[in-house]
C-alpha cells in the first residue's frame, strides 16, 4: 500500500470491531487510527483509544462520558460523547475507510454522513443494507464511496467476482452454517435456552448476530444485502447450508462455471481484506488444511423449520419499507428472547404480525426508514408484551 490508510471504526467494542482492532494492532506500518465509537463500554473504549492510539474517542451515551474522559485524561485522545459527535467526526477529511460495525440500525445515520463525505465503507452492520438498501447504493454511487463487504458472505462474493470483468453472474450462492439447532427436531426448537442459541459451532460473533444464525434470519438479511452490494435480482440469490463453513460463498457463471472463496472461519481475514483492499497483506492465523478436512458437506435449508429465511425473502420481494420493519421487529424479539421474555418459536412470529400491523409505505425514502423503523419497534414491543412468559 501506498501510505497508512486513515481508519474510523464505529462499533469498536463489538465483535467486528474487536477483531479489526487486533487486525490494526498486528499490522501498525498500514493503518492510523482516527476515529472509535462504542455506545456504553467506555472502559474497552478507552483500552483500545490508548493501545491504537486514536485521535478520537466517542462514547455514544452521555452519561459515560466522563469516565470515558478520565481514563484518557492522561493520553492524547480527544474524547466526545453523543451520536452528533460520531456523524460530525466521520467527516472528516483524515478519515480513509469507515469500518461499519456499530451493530443494528443505530449504524445508519453515521454511515449516510460518511457516504455523504465520499468515504470508503467497509460494511459489517447487516441492517444498514437491510433497512435502505436501495438508498445507501444510490447515495453511495453519487457521492463516489465505495462499499467493501466485510460480512465473510459477501466478502467471499465479492472476491469471487475480481477477477470475472465482468462477466455475467447466474447464480450468487450464499452457505450457512446452519447454526446451533441445525440437527435439533422442529418440535424440541420451543425450549431451547439463549444460552444454547449463543452457543455458534463455527463462528464468534455478537449475541444478536448469534441468535439471527440460529433462526436462519442472518441468511434472510444477506439474500439482502447481496441483492444491493451487487445488483442481482433475488431470484438470482441462494441458500445452502454447509455445516463446515469452509467455503464462504460461491459464484456461478452464466457459462456453468461456479468459483468460491475458501479460508477458516475466521472474521479476521475479511475485516483485513475490506481494510487493505484492493491489496492483500500477510496475515496471521490458522490456515485450511484440505487433508485434515477431508470432506465438505451441502444442505438444502429447512425452511419449514426455520422460517425467517422465507420472511425475508417476502419482505425483499415486496419492497418499501417491508425490510426495515422487518429488520426493527427482528432486533426487538431476538432482544426479549435474549432476555428470556419469549420463546426462540416466538421470534418469527412477532415479526410476521409487526409486518402484517405496520403501514406499508411504497418506495424507499430516509425520512420514512427511520419512521418505519420507530414503528415496528413501537409495534412488535407491543406484541411481546401480550405473549411474554
Not at 440460529?214 to 441462494?238: C, D, Y
Not at 491489496?279 to 425452511?303: I, M, S, V, W
Not at 420463546?343 to 405496520?358: C, G, K, N, S, W
Given at each position: 500500500?501506498?501510505?497508512?490508510?486513515?481508519?474510523?471504526?464505529?462499533?469498536?467494542?463489538?465483535?467486528?470491531?474487536?477483531?479489526?482492532?487486533?487486525?490494526?494492532?498486528?499490522?501498525?506500518?498500514?493503518?492510523?487510527?482516527?476515529?472509535?465509537?462504542?455506545?456504553?463500554?467506555?472502559?474497552?473504549?478507552?483500552?483500545?483509544?490508548?493501545?491504537?492510539?486514536?485521535?478520537?474517542?466517542?462514547?455514544?451515551?452521555?452519561?459515560?462520558?466522563?469516565?470515558?474522559?478520565?481514563?484518557?485524561?492522561?493520553?492524547?485522545?480527544?474524547?466526545?460523547?453523543?451520536?452528533?459527535?460520531?456523524?460530525?467526526?466521520?467527516?472528516?477529511?483524515?478519515?480513509?475507510?469507515?469500518?461499519?460495525?456499530?451493530?443494528?440500525?443505530?449504524?445508519?445515520?453515521?454511515?449516510?454522513?460518511?457516504?455523504?463525505?465520499?468515504?470508503?465503507?467497509?460494511?459489517?452492520?447487516?441492517?444498514?443494507?437491510?433497512?435502505?438498501?436501495?438508498?445507501?447504493?444510490?447515495?453511495?454511487?453519487?457521492?463516489?464511496?465505495?462499499?467493501?463487504?466485510?460480512?465473510?458472505?459477501h466478502s467471499a462474493i465479492f472476491q469471487c467476482l475480481?477477477?470475472?470483468?465482468?462477466?455475467?453472474?447466474?447464480?450468487?450462492?450464499?452457505?450457512?452454517?446452519?447454526?446451533?439447532?441445525?440437527?435439533?427436531?422442529?418440535?424440541?426448537?420451543?425450549?431451547?435456552?439463549?444460552?444454547?442459541?449463543?452457543?455458534?459451532?463455527?463462528?464468534?460473533?455478537?449475541?444478536?448476530?448469534?441468535?439471527?444464525?440460529?433462526?436462519?434470519?442472518?441468511?434472510?438479511?444477506?439474500?439482502?444485502?447481496?441483492?444491493?452490494?451487487?445488483?442481482?435480482?433475488?431470484?438470482?440469490?441462494?441458500?445452502?447450508?454447509?455445516?463446515?463453513?469452509?467455503?464462504?460463498?460461491?459464484?456461478?457463471?452464466?457459462?456453468?462455471?461456479?468459483?468460491a472463496q475458501m479460508g477458516m472461519p475466521d472474521m479476521?481475514?475479511?475485516?483485513?481484506?475490506?481494510?487493505?483492499?484492493?491489496?492483500?497483506?500477510?496475515?496471521?492465523?490458522?490456515?485450511?488444511?484440505?487433508?485434515?478436512?477431508?470432506?465438505?458437506?451441502?444442505?438444502?435449508?429447512?425452511?419449514?423449520?426455520?422460517?425467517?429465511?422465507?420472511?425475508?425473502?417476502?419482505?425483499?420481494?415486496?419492497?418499501?419499507?417491508?425490510?426495515?420493519?422487518?429488520?426493527?421487529?427482528?432486533?426487538?424479539?431476538?432482544?426479549?428472547?435474549?432476555?428470556?421474555?419469549?420463546?426462540?418459536?416466538?421470534?418469527?412470529?412477532?415479526?410476521?404480525?409487526?409486518?402484517?400491523?405496520?403501514?406499508?409505505?411504497?418506495?424507499?425514502?430516509?425520512?420514512?426508514?427511520?419512521?418505519?423503523?420507530?414503528?415496528?419497534r413501537e409495534t412488535a414491543s407491543r406484541i411481546i408484551?401480550?405473549?411474554?412468559?
Open positions: 500500500m501506498e501510505r497508512k490508510r486513515k481508519i474510523a471504526i464505529l462499533g469498536s467494542t463489538g465483535s467486528i470491531g474487536k477483531q479489526a482492532i487486533e487486525v490494526i494492532l498486528s499490522n501498525p506500518d498500514l493503518f492510523e487510527v482516527e476515529l472509535l465509537t462504542a455506545n456504553e463500554n467506555y472502559g474497552l473504549l478507552a483500552s483500545q483509544a490508548a493501545a491504537v492510539n486514536a485521535n478520537n474517542a466517542v462514547i455514544c451515551r452521555d452519561e459515560f462520558y466522563d469516565k470515558a474522559s478520565s481514563l484518557l485524561s492522561g493520553s492524547d485522545v480527544k474524547v466526545f460523547s453523543g451520536m452528533d459527535s460520531v456523524c460530525s467526526l466521520v467527516q472528516s477529511d483524515d478519515i480513509d475507510i469507515v469500518l461499519a460495525s456499530m451493530v443494528g440500525f443505530s449504524g445508519l445515520r453515521p454511515v449516510l454522513k460518511a457516504i455523504e463525505s465520499g468515504k470508503t465503507i467497509a460494511i459489517a452492520n447487516k441492517e444498514i443494507l437491510v433497512c435502505a438498501g436501495e438508498a445507501v447504493t444510490g447515495l453511495s454511487m453519487k457521492h463516489s464511496a465505495p462499499l467493501i463487504p466485510v460480512d465473510s458472505e475480481q477477477g470475472s470483468f465482468g462477466s455475467p453472474v447466474d447464480e450468487l450462492i450464499i452457505t450457512a452454517s446452519g447454526g446451533p439447532f441445525r440437527e435439533y427436531p422442529a418440535e424440541s426448537l420451543s425450549s431451547v435456552t439463549p444460552e444454547q442459541a449463543l452457543d455458534h459451532p463455527r463462528w464468534k460473533m455478537g449475541k444478536k448476530v448469534t441468535v439471527d444464525s440460529a433462526t436462519m434470519m442472518n441468511k434472510g438479511f444477506e439474500v439482502i444485502e447481496a441483492r444491493w452490494l451487487f445488483g442481482i435480482p433475488s431470484e438470482q440469490i441462494s441458500v445452502v447450508t454447509h455445516p463446515e463453513s469452509i467455503i464462504h460463498s460461491m459464484v456461478r457463471f452464466q457459462d456453468g462455471a461456479i468459483m479476521r481475514i475479511p475485516i483485513q481484506y475490506a481494510l487493505t483492499y484492493p491489496y492483500r497483506q500477510p496475515a496471521e492465523g490458522e490456515r485450511l488444511d484440505l487433508f485434515a478436512l477431508g470432506k465438505l458437506t451441502f444442505h438444502k435449508p429447512d425452511t419449514v423449520k426455520f422460517p425467517a429465511l422465507d420472511t425475508a425473502r417476502r419482505a425483499l420481494d415486496k419492497g418499501g419499507n417491508a425490510c426495515c420493519v422487518m429488520s426493527g421487529a427482528d432486533e426487538e424479539a431476538v432482544n426479549a428472547f435474549i432476555q428470556g421474555r419469549i420463546r426462540f418459536t416466538d421470534i418469527v412470529p412477532v415479526i410476521e404480525e409487526t409486518l402484517a400491523t405496520v403501514p406499508f409505505i411504497q418506495g424507499e425514502d430516509i425520512g420514512n426508514i427511520f419512521e418505519s423503523d420507530r414503528a415496528a408484551k401480550k405473549i411474554e412468559k
